[in-house]
């Protein structure tokens, strides 16, 4: 039987590519031609007097751009520097206009002009800010002289040529299947592996949650692209902990062994992260999956709440659903699992490099 659904699947497969490669090839090639148009100073950029560091990548979805920005940011405060996020607010009501965060500014905390992602980062930098907008080269004009950036963070800035930028760090879900490393339609890439030219460091997150031979072959991939000295990173997310609506410590994670989780997230990759829960024993007894960015409503959080069916039941969101999710309940009996990046592999490596971009002394 699951011989003739793999026989199935593969047919589904070959026709999705024989229908859909006309469109997938015009697709990668209007990129390519943009790409070369800005190589070639036919399209000119934007170039700012300061440091230009952009984290994106090239599929659809999820691949842990945001906790590597607040890596970076981090890092950055650590040695007395002060970076500027710049980054769109996908869905926020500031995405076609423009919006300034700074940290320490908890009363502006409003994911519904901002967006979930620019007020988590906003939320955990010690010293900096965040730019929500689009038009991100013109927004950064205009608040530049305010807040005076040693180093600008470019998110999701691969694809966003209009700026120039001195090092690019591209990464990678190790979880998605290699199958789906095609432009799309076909798969799930914005542009081709051909582009990783462009890329200083390749960064592998969730690498501890497949097998190594698989890791391998995601690995010769990535570097059949590679045309000159690029940087390999492998990561994972190191939980924290559970914690509450007012971002308050509840227990450690081994206490949520054997017990029964509504798993409740609005992220692009949300097997990921119920594979992530069931790594420390939980027993799943409702996924409840909603697009990502969705804004969480009073209506949604009293459906969850009413499927609590006792004590040993609890609510568990990722920290960015936990952004929106607050603005509408303060429900102790929701919880949030907070995590923070961990590299296994390369971050010395990474930070030399990232060191040599910024001139600064490896003794800091």
């Not at 950064?140 to 209009?162: A, M, R």
């Not at 390369?346 to 930070?351: F, N, T």
């Amino acid at each position: 039987m699951s011989h003739e659904l793999n026989s199935s699947q593969r047919v589904k497969s070959l026709l999705k590519g024989t229908l859909f490669s006309p469109i997938s090839f015009l697709w990668d090639l209007t990129y390519k031609i943009r790409r070369s148009a800005y190589h070639y100073k036919v399209f000119s950029q934007h170039v700012f007097k300061v440091p230009v560091i952009s984290v994106g990548n090239l599929s659809f979805g999820g691949t842990g751009k945001t906790p590597t920005i607040i890596w970076l940011t981090d890092w950055l405060n650590e040695r007395g520097l002060t970076p500027v996020v710049l980054t769109r607010g996908y869905k926020g009501q500031l995405e076609s206009s423009a919006g300034l965060l700074k940290s320490g500014q908890k009363f502006r905390l409003n994911p519904f002009e901002y967006g979930d992602e620019p007020l988590m980062i906003a939320n955990k930098m010690k010293n900096g800010s965040v730019i929500v907008g689009k038009r991100r080269a013109k927004n950064l004009l205009k608040y530049f002289s305010d807040i005076s950036p040693d180093v600008v963070l470019l998110d999701d800035g691969f694809q966003h040529l209009q700026i120039y930028r001195h090092f690019n760090i591209v990464l990678f879900d190790a979880t998605m299947p290699l199958n789906l490393y095609k432009v799309a339609p076909i798969g799930y890439l914005r542009e081709s592996l051909s582009s990783l030219k462009d890329a200083d460091a390749i960064v592998i997150s969730r690498s501890d949650m497949i097998e190594k031979q698989r890791l391998n072959q995601l690995m010769k991939l990535i570097e059949k692209n590679i045309q000159h000295d690029v940087v390999f990173a492998q990561t994972r997310y190191q939980a924290l902990g559970v914690f509450d609506l007012e971002d308050q410590f509840s227990f450690e994670m081994e206490k949520l062994r054997g017990k029964k989780v509504i798993a409740v997230t609005a992220i692009a990759s949300p097997e990921s992260f119920y594979d992530y829960l069931e790594t420390f024993g939980v027993r799943i007894v409702e996924k409840a999956s909603f697009p990502d960015h969705y804004f969480f409503t009073l209506k949604d959080v009293e459906t969850l709440l009413k499927k609590l069916k006792d004590e040993d039941t609890v609510i568990l969101c990722s920290e960015k659903d936990m952004v929106k999710m607050k603005r509408v309940t303060l429900d102790k009996r929701i919880s949030f699992i907070k995590v923070k990046v961990e590299f296994i592999s390369g971050e010395k490596e990474l930070i030399s490099k990232l060191e040599s971009v910024l001139r600064l002394d490896s003794s800091q």
